[in-house]
């Protein structure tokens, strides 16, 4: 289920995911550095983008790996 009513646009996991996906496309990413880049380029809380990861790595679209975030 993707949520899309109720929710502010700003902090929506997809919205957050597809962010973070974007900068994963590349290159793998160190963890501390995926959060606070993040973070402060899309104005959000570091809670919102480790759920995003949380959700992300639920649905198996990254892999974390000596706390590097890869894309898989």
């Excluded at 990413?29 to 402060?40: G, I, K, P, T, Y």
Aim: aromatic letters at 6%.
């Amino acid at each position: 289920m993707i949520p899309n009513t109720g929710c502010d646009p700003q902090i929506n996991v997809v919205r957050i995911g597809a962010h973070l996906l974007k900068s994963l496309f590349k290159e793998a990413r160190d963890v501390d550095e995926l959060l606070m880049n993040s973070s402060a380029e899309l104005g959000v809380s570091v809670d919102h983008i480790i759920l995003s990861l949380d959700w992300l790595f639920a649905i198996s679209a990254i892999k974390y790996s000596d706390n590097r975030i890869m894309k898989i």
